[in-house]
């Protein structure tokens, strides 16, 4: 009895453990704000995400989800909310924070790519896409979001993602406020839906798209020839011509830049 009590009691330690911790995900904690009160975090990995976010589940896992930790703070009259995605790579943490923000207000210097709202603060960094929601969407809630996003973005020292192999000729503030990386259908409907026609049944590849209604840039890469020879015979394009057409190039191998205008 006291070996299976001991096995329980191990098992129950280690559950603890894996709550608090998340796996090792970078989060803020009693150690960075002594006086704030803390929920246990929420764990979710694979499909458990449905039980989180029942109706967007299906974008994070096409981009490449691998675990999400959920955190709830009150702090100094507030209430917030952290949530902290780790997906499979820098790109696909940057596909997810890319359709994700909307109408930023400000983009807070805590890494490459951010956008803050009044009640919502976004941190693309490395393989993290991170979220914290505040209650109120007062100016104090702001700037709490903003410390509580810097605490978690100075524990992330993994490599930033990088889109000059894609986009070599757009400059960085068109990058960071103008473009999304799509990995699948839902990537392209969230972030530029009159789209969806353009890679309608196109498969494994990424796609960064760059620019306003009235021009877009389109760099996109398949991950084989099977899926690269599909997008060619689905736009009528000759696959051993080195300029497809006026606007489409190859820049690499399975790999295309598309100029589209209205």
């Known amino acids: 009895m006291r070996k299976y009590l001991f096995i329980f009691v191990g098992l129950f330690n280690y559950m603890a453990c894996f709550s608090q911790t998340g796996i090792n995900l970078p989060d803020i904690n009693k150690n960075d704000l002594p006086e704030a009160k803390f929920s246990s975090s929420r764990i979710f990995t694979g499909s458990s995400l449905f039980g989180y976010i029942d109706g967007g589940a299906e974008l994070y896992l096409e981009y490449g989800f691998d675990v999400a930790s959920v955190t709830k703070i009150e702090y100094k009259g507030g209430e917030y909310k952290t949530e902290i995605f780790k997906m499979k790579g820098p ?102 839906p009159e789209l969806e026609d353009f890679f309608m049944g196109t498969t494994d590849y990424t796609a960064v798209i760059a620019g306003e209604d009235a021009k877009k840039i389109i760099s996109v890469k398949f991950r084989n020839k099977e899926s690269y020879k599909e997008f060619l015979e689905l736009h009528k394009w000759d696959i051993d011509k080195p300029f497809l057409s006026g606007n489409v190039k190859k820049i690499g191998e399975y790999h295309l830049l598309i100029e589209l205008r209205d």
């Not at 000059?164 to 103008?178: A, C, G, H, R, V």
């Open 91 to 192: 790109e696909e943490a940057f596909g997810i924070f890319s359709v994700s923000k909307y109408r930023c207000l400000s983009m807070p210097a805590l890494s490459k790519f951010s956008c803050q709202t009044k009640y919502q603060l976004q941190i693309c960094k490395g393989p993290y896409y991170i979220n914290i929601i505040n209650s109120s969407g007062t100016k104090s809630d702001s700037i709490v979001s903003i410390n509580i996003g810097k605490t978690i973005a100075d524990k992330i020292m993994d490599q930033e993602v990088d889109l000059s192999s894609y986009l070599p000729d757009i400059n960085t503030e068109t990058i960071q406020t103008k473009s999304f990386l799509a990995r699948g259908r839902l990537g392209i409907v969230n972030g530029s």
